[in-house]
């Protein structure tokens, strides 16, 4: 789109809102206002630095340093996402950037990258992250023969007090049919496990003159990840003229970020836990002067969005799809977010300390924000661990609810049993298997009913397991699985609600003994076949793998391996 056309659609978009609103048809929205003083809170930074080549900056080292850190403070940058970076761009800038984290990947090596770094002249990738640690992950895209690699990068860890995967790639024409956007996004939706998403990216594919299908894949995200939104969708002032005339409130369209017109550079985010998007390009450098880079430095902001639960019982993340905890020997808490057909994306770390003897557990809303909620017995004490939408756990409340504590005894959330609409707790002791009646949430805090523990199930369940598949026989009330340690039968029992359970059904596939699979946890449906399923460990010599094993009608299936040795650390999954 030459510029007179982009300065004449312009002019175009504000005649038609003016007449609009003296006809008093519309309400105008502005174009994008991105100021740093007023932008929304989570803000980030994607950039082409065209670290080598014939774009290459004719700035020294230390002198380019200081201006991509100065924009980067000036912007009070949650994320920054670089592209064609030298190694000794990325180690200047990550000594320059004093309480970021930052992470990068090499895809080649350039003769080039010698201005930066006169011993390593590795290419690739970069993020830096305002926080004080995060996690690495990067894996190559596959590309034609004799083409150059490529890859995607991301970096886990807090933004704006959320855990969140920022992450960057640059794609390349080459990579038929999408640039590559299909198998990046299958990368960036596993590495998530269910959190928030931010990618700034380059992906050669941009929106003029028209909008290029191999953005689709991004726009349309993973499974885990839902759709993403484009930082600058909700520019006006470059909007499309099909846009302006359906009245349309986001476009497929946006800024240029190169010389010739097009958009290559992109903020995506994951559209369910951001809103009010908004980007501008900018050149960092001064009128008259060499730019930084033949990009611009396109900078976005957002608000976070609170995430909503999604109904699904089991499901920490958000996402739909069931998930299951894990308590390390080293006292740490461990999230392993469900991948929808038995497998599990990356653990992601929830709690530090003191859970290496807790009882863990997750199934029913506690709280009332309408998310599954976290309980533990831990010493002698019961405790609820609000959700904050993505798994990620709030101030713990205590329960109460038992006058003579919790001591000596094992308590789940199971999920609503009794049928009342509200979450309850069952008992494991000496005696039996007892039923907690939990209460509507008050301001937030747990409650559980007035009346008098109930006991459903007699003294074998004291060398049971108790597993929690939810709702198996569809009268909406919540089921239990028991595993006896010592045979390996897995047995249903049926709620009655308040009443004593349903006399047990065997389950086949078995046996399942305590000596051969030490752990085992039931976070439901896994699979969307409407059967409950199974994660246990196995033991493998001296170390432990991860199982899955699917529902069948009468019982398992034959189980697959998904994880393997580590598990032997584990002391109790949930």
């Given amino acids: 789109m030459t510029r007179l056309r982009r300065t004449a659609l312009r002019w175009g978009v504000r005649l038609t809102a003016v007449l609009a609103l003296l006809a008093g048809t519309v309400t105008v929205a502005a174009a994008d206002t991105v100021d740093p003083a007023t932008a929304p809170p989570v803000r980030t930074i994607t950039y082409n630095v065209c670290g080598a080549h014939v774009c290459q900056s004719d700035l020294d080292p230390a002198t380019w340093t200081a201006r991509l850190r100065d924009q980067t403070l000036a912007w009070d940058t949650d994320a ?44 690739g990738l970069g993020v830096f992250v305002k926080a004080p640690a995060v996690e690495r992950y990067a894996a190559n895209l596959t590309v034609p023969a004799n083409t150059e690699a490529r890859a995607v990068l991301c970096a886990r860890g807090p933004v704006d007090g959320r855990t969140t995967l920022a992450c960057t790639t640059h794609l390349a024409q080459y990579i038929k049919p999408d640039n590559g956007s299909a198998q990046a996004i299958a990368k960036i939706d596993t590495w998530a496990a269910g959190v928030p998403v931010i990618l700034g990216t380059d992906l050669n594919a941009g929106t003029e003159p028209v909008y290029d299908p191999a953005l689709d894949p991004i726009r349309r995200g993973g499974p885990g990840t839902g ?56 050149e960092p450098e001064s009128p008259g002067t060499k730019p930084l880079s033949d990009h611009k430095l396109l900078r976005a902001a957002a608000h976070p969005e609170t995430r909503a639960g999604s109904g699904t019982g089991g499901d920490l993340t958000g996402d739909g799809r069931p998930d299951f905890l894990a308590a390390k020997d080293d006292g740490n808490l461990r999230l392993y977010s469900g991948t929808g057909g038995g497998g599990v994306g990356v653990q992601r770390q929830i709690g530090t300390g003191g859970w290496a003897t807790a009882v863990i557990s997750h199934r029913g809303d506690w709280t ?21 939408g993505s798994g990620e756990l709030g101030t713990r409340i205590a329960m109460g609810g038992r006058p003579t504590g919790w001591t000596n005894i094992t308590p789940f959330a199971a999920g609503d049993v009794d049928g009342d609409g509200l979450p309850d707790v069952l008992v494991r002791s000496v005696t039996g298997l007892w039923l907690h009646r939990g209460g509507p949430a008050v ?30 026989t569809g009268d909406a009330k919540a089921d239990v699985w028991g595993r006896d340690r010592a045979t390996g039968e897995l047995k249903l029992y049926a709620s009655r609600g308040g009443l004593h359970l349903a006399d047990p059904v065997d389950l086949t596939g078995g046996p399942w003994t305590a000596a051969d699979r030490r752990l085992s946890v039931s976070a439901g449906d896994v699979t969307g076949d409407g059967l409950p399923d199974l994660w246990t460990t196995r033991t493998s010599g001296t170390a432990e793998n991860l199982e899955f094993l699917p529902g069948t009608p009468t019982g398992l299936g034959s189980p697959t391996t998904i994880g393997t040795g580590g598990w032997q650390w584990m002391k109790a999954l949930g």
Avoid at 85 to 92: E, I, P, S, T, Y
Wanted: hydrophobic letters at 35%; a negative charge.
């Fill in 80 to 123: 920054l996402m670089l592209q064609e970076l030298c190694f000794g761009q990325w180690a200047a800038l990550r000594d320059a950037l004093p309480g970021y984290s930052g992470v990068w990947t090499s895809t080649t090596t350039d003769p080039d990258c010698a201005k930066w770094s006169p011993t390593d002249t590795r290419f």
């Fill in 227 to 282: 759709p993403f939104a484009e930082a600058d969708e909700n520019d006006r002032e470059f909007f499309t003229e099909e846009c302006v005339t359906s009245g349309a409130t986001s476009c497929r369209s946006g800024e240029a970020t190169v010389a010739s017109g097009r958009k290559f550079d992109h903020v995506f985010l994951t559209a369910g836990d951001f809103h009010t998007v908004r980007a501008d390009a900018l």
């Fill in 368 to 388: 009332g924000d309408g998310r599954e909620d976290v309980v533990a017995r831990i010493g002698d004490d019961l405790w609820v661990y609000p959700n904050t």
């Fill in 443 to 472: 301001d937030g805090r747990p409650t559980f009913a007035a009346k008098a523990a109930l006991q459903i199930g007699d003294s074998e369940w004291a060398g049971y397991d108790v597993l929690l598949p939810g709702d198996v």
